[in-house]
């Protein structure tokens, strides 16, 4: 023990050391301990260093604290070391850092208040802790009530939950939510919704039972028991509850910071209400019981809606209106009664001021006298031997009786609705067993503690007791269970307590006895307690300072109580005569009711306990009540003793459970933790004494196989054999000296408090060597790794550098060298530019001196010859001028003249064209205006070449002028020669040269001015010409930018288009995906409800003894199906007539039925209108795409389309065509009428019907094309004409400023624009017009190709029989009216319906006269061979009379073999109506699905049921197609029903039904269904009835049969799932084990019942191949694949949310294997597609998150972007619930948590924090046509269906 104390005791180990403020303060040794110190030195963890003194007395060392792998453990028994101080720091870090409220703590489970609404106790939560051991799964009230509830039923034993704790600690709602989860689980046993009821009485109880107090604002102010009876199939039947001690005092008192009970505040803030009125009720703070506590109102709770809820819960209970109202005058009364006001008439009497406001209205609303309630208020009736005295009450007595009656009252309306609501929660069903909830008030003590306090204590001093002995035993049991040698354990018994409250001479007993005495006091009582407790038990204690209290000693602490009150409280007196004042109303039924069992006396001696004042009035006794008189009342202490008996007796009959709340903190603050107070409650509900009771004996539990595995690293390889038994016992002797420390059991090992820690830490020190080592000889090796990269990189670093120095000399020599030659060659070379730049200096100054003077000489010369060739040129312009002014002038007077001659010509042809025949001449002499337009567009071009040649004659001139300009020009430089040459003659022509000079300088400027002018001009045209170039080349720029815009827009809009048509497509998937889901749930609704109705059925068939003769037809033949696709009256009738017959024959709870059928009819009417709602979303999703579709083509046809100008003209052709037509029509008719006695000649008639109204209907439709087409033309043409026409009219504008003489130009180019236009619109014309011919010719060939079939059908009819030759006739109207069917369902297929239906009821009509025409052949046939038999036998008698015998052996007769044809099956099966019951009995209700799957084609049945349906049909029998149909889903509902749990029968049937869905639709003649069908499966559609309502019916069957499969492959795998997902080590050694404490988790070690992930993938193999082998759609496997794998991960990560222990880097790295297999198993089926994958996506981030890093803001934001899939919920309760395995894993910092919180807080997702393990993705049945022939099909004799006939 010393080698062990030192080993633990060493530098850095950490303890616990008192403090003041935190209880216990964590510090760490800085010095070893050694044996013998009187000191410790110590460091907090702040810093400070601390000398802690060892007491020299008992030298204990402090606690030692846990390692930090077992801080935060789910039960507190699974510490190593088990002491106060670790308790609270283990709860404290699960409540403040974890935000874990429950913790368990051996049997107990503690519960620590949050002070806030927490996501963890619905629905998903429930079913996620159903089925669940108790300690798989993180410590929670659920699996508390779980656990009961598996117990009872497991054990047959009653069990009970014990709920206790201070007020404000939780124990109400605690108790809630296990009843909740009771209700949830079980169900109840019939539809009276018993659990409903259950839950609504806590609404009820809340409402009068608690209050507000300064510790809590719903505090419980009475004890209650409810226990939940269950019937033999542990389904809830009903319950009962008992009350204990009623606060009474809080109506009439209420402290600071306190309220009344909740029932007045409400009906105060209902007060406004209608039905109030009449209460007189205002606000709370007018009324005295409600206003004392000055807090009237809770934050956060609605009064009125409160009260709302209440009546609600009342009603459900089946307190009706009425008396509820009456409840409510009782509760306002009491309010008035509050607000009486007592007035002093002198010192010894009082008085009521008449008239009082409050009075009157307590009487009126209790019906009751103001002149007695008045009287007996203030006066009380004395009793003596001999008279009967009244005296009056001072004031105070008076107030004092007022207020007890008001308790009076409300305590016996309290046990009126007590009693009301076990009446509603009572049945009559027999009780198996029961679940007790008992939420009683904790241990209390306050500063002043009166008789409550006492009565509460005393209560908690006896459970306390049960506690004690209930751990005590079980410890018992679990040490004989593993043989280990039993020693007593030394625990506190509380028995001396309770003797001291409940002995005889007890507390109690003198209470009662001192209640009996006339004069008893308070004091008196006080002193008897002092005589007779004081010097006899030391529980038992006086104050010093006060002579009226005592002081007891109590489990939790001592607790001092005040004698004033207790006497009263314990009588609780009532005056008599006002109760008998109460007794004697007559309008009010309910308080006479109220006191019906009230007792004759007040008190218990029958008289008043005081005396004093003056008799008024005296009276004689009345001896009826002598006998009266003398019975005893039983005091209220009394009372409790006997009921709490009654408690203690009830639990111990029963297997307790035990819930500790613990309130954190006194200010209601969420998620504050005070140490102090929570120690205090620790220590005062028992926890502490469960912790030292485990500490005293082996609190730490392992198996053998865990402790091998956990400490095998602590074993050698010799060490370790075969038997891990002996191996665990050989180890534990060498590191364990002391025997004592541990003991071996038959499957575990028992280790003392502490062991456990110090194998941890021999563990760890063993890791952290082996760390050490392995880190040694890895840094070794990285080092030497390193050393020798340096070395290698350091010769390579010299090699280069050498390398590169040697470069560089050779580079520097090299250099200096071509620096010298550079030197050399670049001074020669700038010399040589030196003297070149000079010598080209003189050359340029010589040759631009000489250039210039020839340039003067030169220019001379040019400026005279230009000067006479400007004078020619000017002349001659001016001339022409001239000239083209009286041209244009002419002209002008010749248009205007023409112009005014054409304006007469063109108002004669206006007259002459208003004529018919004018018009058409107009349209013959079309082409000879075309010719001649052509001849004027020859002469035209004719002009265009003249006026061409004419261009290139003058361009010829001008460059033959331009040929003598320059002759002339050298001319004149050889005249200059000659000028040089004869200098000698300057002189003689000087004078020549003065003349010329004046007439050249008056050239000169004339030329000046000419050239100012052209310039001028010029410069003018070139400006015009550039804005002309600019404006057009704007014009051209906005012309792109517009195009390039339209395109853009066009873009833009087809995008825009595309994203809001697919925004608007996946919104409409969406919600059609969720309105399927709808429609899916309320089929499973509608399911459940026909299941139960059924069920009822049964049940009332079973009870009903009256049974009728003769045959009566059984449920199954009736389903709601049926009822809602009828298709006639008389089945109707029929169907009606049998459900009265039904309702008769039952007839025994009407109610129930109709509620039921209610119920039912109103989830049809749900079920039709989400059926219409999905159909309208459908419909508005074609009609949005319609639109949009639209649109886009409007779009695209207005930028494309673009057709001719003008089809008026053809309107005489067409017209001509028509006439032709009917020219042709009336000759065809006259052929036709020649043969008109032709039996057929009615045919051609209805042809040339058709044909007639076919061709009006093209000429309607023709002028509607040709009506559009001009609209669309018109448009385009104002679009053409503002986008193409704007560059030629600026052209035109340019052209008439530029020149009036290019006008004609422009008239020519408008011309041919016009003339091109008309040569347009003339071919067009012309194509549509031979288009319009050959249509019309096909046409005309059609129509004669019919004649010649009409007359070769009626030459072929007329070669026939009469027989035959009808029957023909037929076969050709049937034909006929086909193909009329077909072209209309082409042309309009609104009309083709109607017309489908006439022609139907035409062939129907044809049939049947076709079918009496067979049956009088064959009639006639029969006789035929009969006559034709006996004209046989006469002929063969007399051959036979006239044949030798001779003859007859000569020529033997030998068998012939005649072979039999083949016949043509059709596909169809025929039964007889009576065997309808045999073919669904053989083929569905008898029929063995594993046969048929293995040994029979897939879907069998279908078809065959198929067959026989097609039969009924082809027969036109709507009675047998219904019959049919109805018999089989009914069977199917049957079959379903009885082997519903059976994996292969839904399978086989869910496979079935689809395929006879896809047979309905494949054979139902809907061109959509028969694509895939070959010619001789369209042969075989279904002709007489449409059953696309049968098929909806099919359908919604197949989706409850998916919902069925779905459960019973989910109840299959549910067991393998956590089992094989997360406890399973797949990879083996990599997860460690953690001590488990007592609550014992399922082991990881997989023994031979343990499912494995291999059972799994087992599992899911043997679903897949069963279902293909049923012949199962694919995709309809997808989908059942992808929600197993949604259950598989949804099961999964709710589990890994609600177990701490499974959150670990280990733990994730083994999911995420198996998660890794399951995609295998995925890739191996072939199934990656299905979107199973994604299911998983969750799980998979969860496992991830468990691995990476989570410490600095980059793992933060790294965690952000990976966990998408996870809700902010799920990613924080996994960072709290990560749990280090090894001391070397960290946990997470509560700052990181804060840090994801922070910036998860943006998005946008539910609070959820469990996945729906119940959701079901909405199943779609895609169409899946067979290519399997139905006349192929053969019937197996195995089948026994030969009483079907193939046909």
């Not at 939560?125 to 410590?139: E, F, H, K, L």
């Not at 609705?417 to 067993?433: D, F, G, P, R, Y």
């Not at 343990?1650 to 049923?1670: E, G, K, N, P, V």
């Not at 943006?1802 to 959701?1815: A, F, V």
């Amino acid at each position: 023990m010393n080698r062990e104390l030192e080993y633990m005791f060493v530098h850095s180990a950490r303890v616990w050391i008192p403090d003041a403020e935190e209880v216990w303060k964590s510090a760490e040794l800085t010095k070893d301990y050694k044996n013998g110190d009187a000191t410790l030195q110590l460091m907090l963890e702040d810093g400070t260093a601390v000398d802690h003194k060892l007491d020299p007395k008992t030298k204990n060392l402090p606690y030692l604290r846990n390692p930090d792998i077992l801080v935060g453990e789910n039960d507190l028994t699974a510490l190593s070391y088990l002491h106060e101080p670790a308790v609270l720091h283990n709860l404290k870090v699960r409540f403040i850092d974890s935000k874990l409220i429950y913790t368990y703590c051996g049997i107990v489970l503690v519960a620590i208040n949050p002070y806030e609404t927490l996501p963890i106790y619905g629905s998903e939560i429930i079913n996620a802790y159903s089925g669940q051991n108790m300690g798989d799964m993180d410590p929670h009230i659920f699996a508390v009530a779980e656990e009961a509830y598996k117990q009872m039923a497991r054990d047959e034993r009653n069990q009970s939950i014990i709920v206790s704790g201070e007020s404000g600690a939780g124990k109400t709602v605690s108790a809630k939510y296990a009843m909740r989860y009771f209700a949830t689980v079980s169900g109840s046993a019939s539809e009276a919704n018993v659990e409903e009821k259950v839950l609504a009485s806590n609404p009820i109880m809340e409402a009068i039972g608690n209050a507000k107090t300064t510790r809590n604002d719903n505090s419980s102010r009475f004890g209650k028991y409810i226990e939940i009876g269950f019937d033999n199939r542990y389904r809830i039947i009903g319950a009962n509850m008992r009350t204990y001690l009623l606060e009474k005092s809080r109506v009439v008192f209420q402290a600071d910071e306190e309220r009344n009970y909740h029932i007045f505040y409400q009906l105060c803030a209902s007060a406004n209400q209608p039905e109030f009125k009449n209460l007189r009720l205002s606000s709370a703070n007018d009324f005295l019981y409600t206003r004392q506590g000055r807090s009237p109102v809770i934050e956060g709770i609605d009064d009125a809606k409160e009260l709302r809820t209440t009546r609600h819960a009342f009603t459900l209970l089946g307190i009706n209106e009425s008396y509820q109202v009456g409840l409510f005058q009782v509760l306002a009364a009491i309010l008035h009664l509050g607000n009486v006001e007592i007035k002093d008439r002198d010192s010894d009497s009082s008085l009521i001021p008449p008239n009082n406001r409050h009075l009157t209205a307590f009487c009126e609303l209790v019906g009751v006298t103001y002149q007695d309630m008045s009287q007996w208020l203030c006066h009380r009736k004395l009793k003596t031997a001999t008279e009967t005295y009244i005296k009056p009450l001072p004031r105070l007595q008076a107030t004092n009786a007022r207020d007890a009656l008001s308790k009076h009252i409300y305590a016996k309306l309290f046990n009126w609705i007590v009693e009301h609501v076990n009446k509603a929660l009572i049945t009559n069903v027999k009780q198996h067993s029961f679940i007790g909830v008992l939420d009683i008030y904790g241990f209390e003590t306050f500063e002043i503690n009166s008789f409550e306090q006492f009565c509460i204590n005393y209560a908690n001093e006896k459970l306390q007791q049960q506690f004690n002995m209930h751990v005590f035993k079980l410890e018992q049991e679990e040490y004989m269970k593993e043989q280990i040698p039993w020693t007593l354990i030394d625990f506190y018994d509380n028995q001396p307590c309770i003797n001291l409250i409940e002995a005889k001479m007890g507390i109690l007993d003198l209470l009662d006895e001192e209640c009996k005495m006339p004069k008893g006091s308070d004091d008196s009582w006080a002193q008897k307690l002092y005589n007779t407790h004081l010097k006899t038990c030391s529980l038992f204690e006086k104050p010093r300072m006060s002579n009226r209290a005592f002081i007891i000693q109590h489990f939790a602490d001592k607790v001092e109580y005040q004698c004033e009150g207790f006497l009263e409280k314990n009588k609780d007196t009532v005056n008599e005569e006002q109760i008998n004042v109460l007794k004697a109303s007559k309008k009010f039924n309910l308080l006479v009711e109220l006191f019906h069992d009230e007792e004759k006396a007040t008190t218990p001696t029958g008289q008043v306990a005081g005396t004093g004042g003056r008799t008024r009035l005296s009276i004689k006794p009345d001896k009826g009540r002598d006998t009266s008189s003398k019975e005893h009342k039983k005091t209220v202490g009394c009372q409790f003793r006997n009921s709490l008996q009654m408690l203690m007796e009830t639990l111990n009959a029963t297997t307790p459970h035990y819930v500790r709340c613990i309130k954190p903190n006194d200010f209601k603050q969420a998620f504050s933790f005070d140490p102090k107070r929570a120690v205090q409650q620790l220590r005062a509900c028992g926890v502490l004494e469960t912790i030292r009771i485990s500490a005293a004996g082996f609190p730490s539990r392992w198996t053998y196989q865990e402790f091998f595995s956990r400490y095998r690293v602590l074993m050698k390889q010799k060490d370790v054999l075969p038997d891990k038994k002996l191996t665990c016992k050989n180890v534990l002797e060498k590191l364990v000296q002391d025997q004592d420390k541990y003991q071996f059991g038959k499957t575990k090992i028992f280790f003392r408090a502490g062991q456990v820690a110090y194998l941890e830490k021999l563990r760890a020190d063993k890791l952290r060597v082996a760390c050490i080592r392995i880190q040694k000889t890895i840094r070794s090796w990285l080092a030497r790794k390193k050393y020798l990269r340096q070395r290698s990189a350091a010769i390579t670093i010299q090699r280069f550098t050498r390398g590169y120095q040697a470069r560089c000399l050779a580079k520097f020599m090299r250099r200096t060298q071509a620096a010298t030659i550079i030197q050399k060659y670049q001074r020669m070379c700038v010399e040589r530019k030196r003297y070149r730049q000079k010598q080209a200096a003189a050359l340029a100054v010589q040759t631009i001196l000489r250039a210039y003077m020839a340039r003067q000489k030169y220019q001379a010369l040019l400026r005279e010859h230009k000067a006479i060739i400007i004078q020619k040129h000017v002349r001659g312009w001016l001339a022409r001028c001239w000239y083209k002014r009286c041209l244009e002038a002419i002209v002008y007077l010749q248009c205007c003249i023409r112009r005014m001659r054409a304006k007469r010509e063109l108002k004669k042809l206006k007259i002459e064209a208003r004529s018919v025949e004018h018009f058409k001449k107009l349209n013959k002499g079309m082409e000879n205006k075309i010719m001649q337009l052509q001849r004027k567009i020859d002469e035209q071009h004719k002009d265009n070449r003249l006026v061409s040649e004419r261009l290139v004659s003058l361009e010829s001139s001008y460059a033959a002028e331009s040929e003598r300009m320059r002759s002339e020009l050298s001319r004149l430089r050889g005249v200059e020669e000659d000028a040089k040459n004869k200098t000698s003659q300057v002189s003689s022509l000087l004078e020549e040269l003065e003349r010329l000079k004046k007439e050249l300088s008056v050239t000169q400027q004339e030329k000046k001015t000419i050239e100012d002018w052209a310039q001028k001009y010029r410069s003018e045209m070139e400006t015009m010409v550039s804005e002309l170039k600019d404006q057009n080349g704007l014009l051209k720029k906005e012309k792109d930018d517009l195009n390039r815009m339209i395109q853009e827009q066009s873009r833009q809009m087809t995008e825009k288009m595309a994203r809001a048509i697919a925004q608007e497509t996946q919104q409409l998937e969406t919600d059609l995906n969720e309105e399927r889901s709808r429609y899916q749930n309320l089929l499973t609704e509608h399911l459940r409800l026909e299941e139960k109705y059924d069920d009822l059925k049964e049940e009332l068939a079973h009870s009903s003894n009256v049974s009728k003769p003769g045959h009566r037809r059984t449920d199954s033949t009736h389903s709601s199906n049926e009822s809602e696709y009828t298709y006639n009256s008389e089945y109707a009738d029929t169907e009606e007539g049998s459900r009265a017959r039904e309702d008769v024959t039952r007839g025994m709870d009407t109610s129930l039925t109709l509620k039921l059928q209610k119920r039912v009819t109103e989830l049809e009417q749900e079920k039709q209108s989400l059926r219409n709602e999905l159909e309208n979303k459908e419909d508005q999703f074609q009609r949005a795409r319609a639109r949009d579709d639209a649109q886009f083509r409007k779009a695209r046809g207005a930028e494309l389309e673009y057709e001719s100008l003008k089809r008026q003209e053809l309107e005489s052709e067409n017209k001509k065509l028509r006439h032709d037509l009917a020219e042709m029509r009336q000759s065809l008719l006259g052929d036709a009428a020649t043969g008109a006695g032709a039996p057929g000649s009615p045919a051609y008639k209805v042809l040339l019907d058709q044909l007639n109204a076919s061709c009006e209907e093209l000429e309607v439709r023709k002028e509607e094309v040709l009506i559009l087409r001009s609209q669309l033309v018109s448009q385009k043409e104002a679009v053409h004409h503002k986008e193409t026409m704007t560059e030629p009219s600026v052209f035109a504008q340019d052209v008439n400023k530029l020149k009036d003489a290019d006008e004609l130009r422009q008239a020519y180019v408008g011309l041919k624009d016009t003339n091109r236009l008309l040569e347009q619109q003339l071919q067009t014309q012309r194509r549509t017009y031979d288009s319009e011919v050959e249509s019309l010719r096909g046409e005309l060939q059609n129509v004669k190709e019919e004649n010649n079939r009409q007359q070769q059908l009626l030459a072929q009819n007329l070669q026939l029989p009469p027989e035959a030759r009808i029957e023909a006739s037929l076969q050709h109207e049937i034909t006929r009216l086909t193909n009329e069917n077909l072209e209309l369902m082409a042309d309009d297929p609104t009309a083709s319906r109607e017309a489908r239906v006439i022609i139907l009821r035409r062939m129907v009509d044809l049939m049947e006269q076709l079918e009496k025409q067979d049956r009088t052949i064959r009639k006639l046939k029969k006789q035929l061979k009969v006559y034709s038999k006996r004209i046989g036998e006469m002929g063969a008698g007399q051959t036979e009379g006239q044949t030798s015998p001779g003859q007859m052996v000569e020529e033997p007769i030998h068998p012939v073999n005649i072979p039999r044809r083949e016949k043509d099956f059709q596909g169809m099966l025929e039964y007889k109506k009576e065997d309808e019951m045999k073919l669904v009995k053989n083929l569905i209700l008898e029929l063995k699905p594993r046969g048929v799957a293995v040994n029979l084609i897939p879907g069998l049945p279908a078809y065959i049921l198929f067959m026989c349906l097609r039969h009924a049909d082809y027969v036109n029998d709507d009675q047998k197609v219904r019959t049919l149909l109805t018999s089989t889903i009914n069977s199917i509902k049957k079959i379903l029903k009885k082997r519903g749990d059976d994996f292969e029968t839904v399978s086989f049937w869910l496979a079935n039904t689809c395929r006879f869905l896809h047979c309905l639709k494949q054979y139902s003649g809907d061109e959509a269904f028969m694509k895939s069908n070959s010619s001789r499966q369209n042969e075989h559609c279904l002709s007489n009835f449409d059953l696309a309502e049968y098929r909806q019916v099919i359908s919604d069957l197949a989706i409850q049969i998916y919902q069925q499969l779905v459960k019973c492959m989910e109840n299959i795998l549910q067991p393998m799932i956590v089992s094989g997902m997360l406890e399973h080590e797949t990879i083996q050694g990599v997860s460690g084990v953690k001590p488990t404490g007592l609550r014992k988790r399922t082991s990881s070690i997989a023994d031979e019942g343990t499912y494995t992930l291999d059972s799994i993938l087992r599992q899911l193999s043997a679903f897949h191949s069963t279902m293909c082998q049923h012949g199962t759609d694919p995709e309809l496997i997808k989908q059942v694949v992808k929600q197993l794998f949604y259950i598989i991960g949804a099961v999964t990560l709710n589990n890994l949310l609600l177990r701490k222990d499974m959150c670990s880097w280990s733990k994730g790295m083994q999911i995420r294997y198996n998660v890794s297999q399951l995609e295998e198993w995925l890739r191996d089926k072939g199934l990656m597609n299905c979107g199973a994958k994604e299911t998983l996506e969750p799980l998979i981030q969860a496992a991830q998150l468990l691995q990476v890093k989570k410490k600095t803001d980059e793992d933060a934001d790294a965690i952000c972007s990976m966990c998408h899939a996870l809700t902010t919920a799920q990613i924080v309760k996994v960072l709290n619930l990560y749990t280090p395995v090894n001391e070397f894993e960290e946990r997470v910092s509560v700052a990181f948590i804060r840090t994801i919180q922070t910036r998860l807080r943006d998005r946008c997702e539910s609070p959820q924090l469990l996945m729906d393990t119940k959701m079901i993705y909405p199943v779609t049945f895609p169409f899946n046509p067979s290519s399997l022939a139905l006349e192929t099909i053969q019937i197996p004799t195995s089948l026994n269906l030969s009483f079907l006939t193939r046909v």
